[in-house]
């Protein structure tokens, strides 16, 4: 009897001892399981990112720590390379993407890992090189017209409305900024590099078309012939100018709501004026994105992990971070729609050019601000202009090469 009694006791010890250490060991398993995520977004957006994280983390076995990162491409490619790197970089300008393409630090999107029907395609075409999906698009940025609602009622509809509103009312914006000037370039056809089928050919600069020179042309109107504004002109004066009510028009992005709420200036927000046969004016449009490192050893998972990331924290993201989504659910959600500032950032950016996201690129920005520099001092002919950036964008290219 009394070795019955030891035996049935040895055996409840080790049922106990089992039942406390099965838990255990699968929680020490647990722990061991973890992705890391750089982000690039603010300080308060990874704040509010973390539990997002976190949701999905408790779900499926992982801890994740993300982390606010503004590293440059090679402090992210040492890190990488030595096996410290992140799983995942979260939130990066998607033309920052083309380095790391480049140098093979992307890991291609499985193809069946997201519906791109449920995506603004342009946020699509801004992650894709050589036709094939490289990143995620987390949300999107451009700029549009700013008009002063106490002076116009209605924004102009068309170029021509827009040009007689202006000689009345006034029009500003950072001219020689290639970033912004880029738009009426666009709007009869001119372009950076030739789209053939997905990729970008580096070797087809389209900013001495026909098309090109009539935006040209116009940019130096708006200087030269309507003096709407001085040949120098200045990002932060314009916006002064139109923060104090000196003009009705300026072109910029979201970045500048803020400030003209807190100076209650009495204002709205419409895509750019369409030329007068109808066609949109197409702005540089930005993408914030997500890729997985091709060095990560959780490729898997950080896919999953970025998806639900992508997929959950667009309407976060458009709160905190005023982040226009790329998700067409949530661009037609009431909480966007009701707010007709960013609804009309939103709607430019569908009509709007993803900057060309190749490391070609670079070469581009110095002579094109030089070009527009040299139209609106009227120091030369937009032809003159156009031909000699395109010349000194190839001698910029061949020397990357």
Not at 29 to 34: H, L, R
Not at 40 to 45: C, K, M, P, W
Not at 176 to 185: K, T
Not at 302 to 308: E, S
Request: proline share 5%; net charge positive; with cysteine.
């Amino acid at each position: 009897m009394k070795n019955l009694k030891r035996i049935l006791t040895v055996v409840l010890i080790i049922a106990f001892a089992a039942m406390v250490l099965i838990p255990l060991s699968g929680a020490f398993a647990t722990s061991k399981k973890q992705l890391v995520v750089w982000s690039h977004l603010t300080q308060d957006e990874v704040k509010a990112l973390q539990p997002i994280a976190d949701k999905w983390g408790k779900a499926n076995g992982y801890t994740v720590k993300v982390i606010t990162d503004q590293g440059s491409f090679q402090s992210f490619q040492t890190a990488a390379m030595s096996g410290k790197g992140p799983d995942i970089m979260f939130g990066i300008p998607h033309d920052n993407l083309g380095a790391f393409w480049k140098a093979k630090l992307l890991e291609a999107v499985p193809a069946n890992l997201i519906d791109k029907k449920n995506f603004v395609s342009t946020a699509l075409d801004a992650c894709s090189f050589e036709g094939k999906l490289y990143a995620l698009p987390i949300a999107m940025e451009t700029y549009a017209l700013f008009y002063n609602t106490s002076k116009v009622k209605e924004a102009p509809k068309t170029m021509s409305q827009l040009i007689t509103l202006a000689k009345k009312y006034g029009f500003m914006y950072d001219v020689n900024n290639f970033y912004f000037s880029f738009a009426f370039i666009a709007q009869n056809g001119g372009y950076v590099f030739k789209n053939k089928g997905g990729s970008l050919d580096p070797n087809d600069i389209g900013l001495a078309t026909n098309g090109a020179i009539k935006g040209l042309s116009l940019i130096r109107d708006f200087v030269q012939t309507y003096k709407f504004m001085p040949k120098d002109i200045r990002g932060d004066i314009a916006k002064g100018n139109f923060q104090n009510g000196k003009i009705a028009f300026y072109i910029s992005g979201p970045w500048d709501v803020q400030d003209f709420i807190k100076a209650k200036v009495p204002f709205a927000v419409a895509p750019l004026p369409k030329t007068d046969d109808g066609k949109p004016t197409p702005s540089f449009v930005g993408v914030q994105a997500a890729f997985v490192s091709a060095k990560s050893k959780n490729k898997d998972a950080a896919f999953k992990l970025a998806k639900y990331l992508v997929e959950n924290s667009a309407l976060t993201l458009f709160k905190v971070g005023h982040r226009i989504p790329v998700l067409n659910s949530v661009l037609a959600s009431n909480e966007v729609k009701s707010d007709k500032i960013m609804s009309a950032f939103a709607e430019q950016a569908k009509v709007g050019i993803p900057m060309p996201n190749i490391p070609e690129m670079s070469a581009v920005w110095t002579p094109a601000g030089n070009a527009l520099s040299l139209i609106t001092t009227g120091k030369a002919t937009p032809k003159q202009a156009a031909e000699a950036m395109v010349k000194q964008i190839k001698q910029g290219i061949a020397q990357m090469q």
